[in-house]
């Protein structure tokens, strides 16, 4: 699996739309090259994990021809990953000649709706699949199994996602807070080896609680211990921790030194990780 990490910030992106915190002043005078865009992540070209509005923007600067594309997965109806209205530039008059007709479109229960709005020129090439949480869906070589997440903001369905493809298996972890004890049951129930994972790490050394909808690296380190202490990871897995908000100052070095003890790999725009 070839996975990208096209934006790796939170909402407001690094820097903030609208901040000027030492941080984001300090990143703009640095310029371009350390800027971070909000959280998307493309596997193999093929399999497309949420859509910000950046997504044109992520598109063009990485070669991606969206067409190729065969699959998007929402993990939540956040407007930072779930702009769905992209999707009517598919449709007839904007999308000509897709190497890819129809798309699937796997989504959130509470995502029904948005998804029904699609213009009436995207529903015939889309085929939506609403996520129940632990029932494995088949996309095209992928089979992905929805699993609960803690991000209750708004009283919303969310779910990070297990992704299988081949031997090779993958967590997508954002948005959560520390896992549910029912996603370390099933975890270990279904024996899944981890080949890598993504886990959120937000508010890196912000202090947030493991009740929280995301995590900070005490709670990533605890997630990470009782992954290996189930068997789902071992040394040999590849682990990178994602989706940094500006308030904690996500320079890469800045994270890198920080997290050090996570032994996990600090995402940035662009980034590809081969498992």
């Known amino acids: 699996m070839k996975i990208q990490f096209l934006g790796t910030a939170a909402a407001e992106g690094f820097p903030g739309s609208f901040c000027n915190c030492k941080y984001c002043k300090n990143v703009r005078e640095l310029g371009e090259k350390y800027y971070r ?49 992209e999707l009517d530039m598919r449709g007839a008059g904007y999308g000509k000649d897709m190497e ?23 529903k015939d090439i889309t085929n939506i699949i609403v996520a129940e949480p632990y029932e494995t869906v088949k996309l095209g070589e992928y089979q992905v199994t929805p699993l609960k997440a803690r991000h209750g903001y708004g009283a919303i369905d969310a779910n990070i996602y297990l992704i ?41 050394s912000l202090p947030i609680s493991d009740e929280g909808a995301h995590m900070g690296y005490p709670n990533v380190e605890r997630v990470l211990n009782k992954l290996e202490e189930l068997g789902v990871i071992d040394k040999n897995t590849k682990r990178v921790i994602n989706h940094f908000s500006h308030n904690v100052n996500p320079l890469q070095n800045v994270l890198e030194e920080e997290s050090k003890h996570l032994n996990s790999i600090v995402a940035y ?5 081969e498992i």
């Open 100 to 122: 890819i007709q129809n798309l699937n479109v796997l989504i959130p229960k509470n995502a029904k709706t948005e998804a029904d709005n699609l213009g009436n020129h995207t």
């Open 164 to 204: 299988k493809k081949g031997d090779k298996t993958f967590l997508y972890g954002h948005d959560t807070g520390y896992l549910f004890d029912e996603v370390f049951d099933y975890l270990k129930k279904n024996k899944v080896y981890l080949n890598g994972l993504t886990l959120d790490c937000c508010y890196a």
């Open 269 to 273: 725009d662009g980034m590809v990780l």
């Open 37 to 85: 865009t909000r959280t998307q992540t493309l596997i193999d070209g093929k399999l497309l994990i949420d859509m910000p509005a950046d997504t044109y923007y992520h598109f063009l600067k990485n070669g991606i021809r969206g067409d190729q594309i065969e699959s998007v997965i929402f993990t939540h109806t956040h407007g930072d990953h779930f702009y769905i209205k």
